[in-house]
């Protein structure tokens, strides 16, 4: 240790070289299978160099990997460094070909964290070439090899064509580049230049107009194994058969059930439609339910704008099986970096202290902490809102700025376990037919229930045993005096 800065100093396995690795310039750390003939093999790579380092158990290799993982971690959330949501460890030999008149060449190919490495073989330490992720302008299939190659197209124009051993292979390297792109943006060189405007219709919501019934919302609950719910554009085009329709008209709530909807998507949209006429409308809002074919009143069809001549199926069929993806963001005053790309998640990505985007297929919320004090993370939020809606092939988004602790019933069916959320199982249950069944009538006697009792009495113990009594004191046990046995 000296001063602030914590070194540790290491052994290559090629040679008797020591190297001081400074832990807060360490980008990832992982265990590896590149060298077969050796056991408890663990890496460490920075922003130069990958190291292979050999413990002496595996035991001991899982402590290595756990604490400086821990180190990382905690550097990352001190330094505001814009690292991907986790880090991202792939190792693949790769045939490799820069341009139209280079050859192709075998390399061994790792990304860490935000670097991508390239080495001559597995065994070598030093790489001929570093990449940083933040240099990449997008990640596609190789028109080269389009059955085993992907390309990176890099910001000096220079396209490199990258062909693996098998098509899955390929295609987890492209979602992983993808992701990690996405999650080391550098907010500078956004800044640079004028943020374009979205070129995606983006729909913004005005919670206040919403109360009052000005500005109208189409919330969609679809699926039976998985639930999914999300925002649709307002239009007699978005209704479907198999689907849950909450229309919010402001202080009227029309729930339109889908003739082919299934009752656990039906139960889901009752109890969103009663949270919200609860928690955002103060009770006064009352619950209209409609069914397909059986509507009532025009009232319903005047809000949707208009009604259809046809209600279509699904879009995608598939729907029901796929989970909602939801990503968090974390903005500070230059960078943002991706916390969670998946299903939905916990609450707990939500910290007080900072400025959030969650966001969706349909919907980018901007969520920001009542702790949060960083003015520039508030003031960039907006610019990072159009830059994602921006990254992904949308027909529409929806966006919002939320303030904590003024979340919307919408906004917490991202998460799984905001309070008053209804857990919907889908177990099977034994179904038993519509007649209660007819409990046997016994006979009493009356008799026996005057009939004397002769259990005889057992003590537990002689009574001979030493007593010994204890209290609770400050939330600690302690021995009670014997002078005060009453």
Known sequence: MEGKQLHITIPSLLSNTEYHVHLDRIAAVASTNAFPEVTNVFQIATTDF?????????????????NLELIIQQSKSNAEIPFAAET??????????????????????????????Y??????????????????????ISDKEPGLAFQLTLKDGTILHHK????????????????????????????????????????EIDYSD??????????????????????????????????????????TLYQWNGAKANRIAKAKGLDISNRIRLKERGG????????????????????????????????????????????????????????????????????????????TE?????????????????TNASKWLKHLANQKKRKFVYTAKIVENTETVLFKEKFTDYPSILPISTAKVELKGNIADTLKQETIDVM???????????????????????????????????????
């Open 119 to 140: 080495f001559k073989s597995h065994d070598v330490n030093i790489p001929t070439k570093r990449i940083s992720v933040s240099d990449f302008v997008s990640v596609d």
């Open 284 to 359: 006064k809002a009352k619950v209209v339910l409609q069914e397909e074919g059986k509507e009532f009143g025009e009232e319903f069809w005047k809000d949707l704008g208009g009604k259809p001549t046809k209600i279509e199926l699904l879009e995608n069929p598939n729907e029901d099986g796929i989970p909602l993806n939801v990503s968090i963001y974390r903005i500070s005053e230059d960078s943002i970096y991706m916390i969670h790309d998946g299903t939905i998640c916990s609450k707990d990505k939500l910290d007080s202290r900072y400025c959030k985007i969650v966001e």
């Open 362 to 378: 349909a919907e980018i919320y901007i969520w920001q902490g009542k702790e949060c004090s960083s003015s520039a993370a508030k």
């Open 50 to 66: 990958i190291y292979s380092l050999k413990a002496e158990s595996d035991q001991e290799r899982k402590e290595w990997i756990q």
């Open 210 to 251: 919403v109360k009052v019934g000005k500005q109208k919302l189409l919330i969609k609950i679809t699926g039976r194994r998985i639930i999914r719910v999300q925002l649709v554009p307002v239009s007699p085009s978005s209704l479907s058969s198999e689907s849950v329709f909450i229309l919010d008209a402001g202080q």
């Open 448 to 486: 026996q229930m005057h009939a004397k009792n002769n259990i005889k009495e057992t003590l537990i113990d002689d009574g001979k045993g030493k007593i010994q009594i204890w209290r609770v004191k400050d939330f600690e046990k302690e021995l009670f005096p014997r002078e005060l046995f009453g």
């Open 88 to 117: 991202k460890v792939l190792q693949h030999y790769a045939e490799v070909k820069a341009g139209l008149l280079s050859f192709w060449s075998r390399q061994f190919i790792c990304l860490y964290g935000i670097q991508l490495f």
């Open 164 to 203: 693996l051993e098998s098509a899955p292979v390929r295609d987890m390297w492209l979602s992983t580049l993808n992701k990690t792109r996405l999650g080391s943006i550098n907010l500078l060189s956004l800044m640079d230049s004028k943020v374009e405007d979205s070129k995606v219709p983006m729909i």
